[in-house]
């Protein structure tokens, strides 16, 4: 029983309740939920499992800035790529993916580094927990609040499924329903977790 | 300088170094991206108004467009753009070619967001302005007397007409720049 909590690694949005800001604001499709789960993800993995093997080589008191700089390199990274892989779509996202840089899961996973933490799997479990509840909640903003749902499909046309061609409950779309689907869905993810014996940390 | 001064200072101008490559790197990957954008704008821009966007776009610092073609050709001088218009059914990018008074003459989606409506792959003015209302724009003139559709009608021009009035704003000042 002790070793299972030990090797329990809560969902950092639905657990933590970490890096919400993209999440409430700005994912109300589930292709901006996508994009911006996965930067926040890569840079939380590259930045985690690469620290570590090149900490011995920075000096101390310059870990942090260089970690920090690596993290705003990998978002500015990002964003252009996904600026090449649909300029509509991101139009859409502005600052939030550069930001992508100071979000929750980049500098936990960041600060793991600088520490020279051992990160597998946790580094690896919360990072795709962050992904899965990004796509998640925005899924569940764009098909409840607008009736469709937008794929993060390539170029100047996504791909749309539309269930309705009136907007359902528009409210969810906005950054309040993003805090009303996020609430429930923490509720439930605290209720399953009590359901099979395990606590939040 | 002793050893211990001489060792920070090397650290710090590794570290320096550090940055700028990250910084070459960035901008060397947005350069290229860019160039992409702009070579993407201007051939939307061309096959728009029939007409050539010149080589150096003007600069804005506007949330919804950035750069601004001089459009050359016969007669007096457009000026285009392409810019996010924001709406109830979702965001697109809309090239837009303007007279040098500050007139729309001419408009075309080449992109959406979130919007994914079968209006945003159509004629813009037809098709896109003038949705939103449950019903769509009036196909026929007898669809003019519902209410419901001529409020459509309003609500879209309404989401557009603030980016529409920036962008005829930047078109004045830049053609009393080129006077």
């Known amino acids: 029983m002790e070793a299972r909590r030990d090797a329990f690694v809560p969902d950092p949005v639905l657990g933590g309740l970490l890096g919400l800001c993209p999440l409430v604001a700005a994912a109300d499709t589930l292709a901006d939920g996508a994009i911006l789960g996965l930067g926040a993800s890569l840079s939380a993995i590259i930045l985690g499992a690469g620290l570590p093997a090149f900490r011995e080589f920075i000096p101390e008191r310059l870990r942090a800035p260089v970690a920090l700089g690596l993290g705003a390199f990998l978002a500015a990274l990002f964003g252009l790529a996904a600026e090449a892989f649909s300029p509509a779509l991101t139009a859409g996202l502005g600052l939030y993916l550069p930001l992508i840089a100071v979000n929750c899961v980049t500098l936990a996973a960041l600060r793991r580094g600088i520490r020279g933490e051992e990160q597998k799997p946790g580094l690896l479990r919360s990072s795709l927990g962050y992904l899965l509840a990004a796509i998640l909640i925005s899924a569940l903003r764009e098909a409840i609040g607008l009736g469709r749902l937008t794929l993060p499909t390539p170029g100047p046309f996504p791909y749309t499924l539309v269930f309705v061609d009136e907007a359902p409950f528009r409210l969810l779309a906005a950054p309040a329903g993003g805090f009303l689907i996020l609430g429930s869905l923490a509720a439930a993810y605290r209720f399953a977790l009590r359901a099979l014996g395990r606590r939040l940390p | ?179």
Request: with cysteine; hydrophobic share 45%.
């Open chain 2, 1 to 179: 300088m002793d050893e211990a001064r001489k060792q920070l200072l090397l650290q710090n101008l590794a570290a320096a170094g550090f940055f700028a490559v990250l910084a070459v790197l960035v901008a060397g990957v947005a350069i290229l991206a860019e160039s992409g954008s702009i070579r993407r704008e201007r051939e939307a821009l061309a096959a728009l108004a029939g007409r050539k966007a010149q080589a150096l776009p003007m600069r804005f610092t506007d949330p919804d467009f950035s750069r601004l073609y001089l459009l050359e050709g016969k007669g007096s001088p457009r000026y285009g753009t392409v810019a996010r218009l924001d709406g109830d059914g979702g965001s697109v990018l809309a090239a837009l070619v303007f007279t040098g008074k500050g007139d729309l003459e001419a408009a075309r989606i080449v992109g959406e967001g979130a919007s994914g409506l079968p209006f945003a792959k159509d004629g813009w003015f037809s098709e896109f302005l003038g949705k939103g209302a449950s019903r769509g724009f009036p196909r026929a003139l007898a669809d003019l007397r519902r209410g419901d559709v001529a409020s459509g009608a309003t609500r879209s021009l309404d989401d557009c007409a603030e980016t529409l009035g920036r962008v005829s704003g930047a078109v004045l000042s830049a053609a009393e720049r080129k006077e």
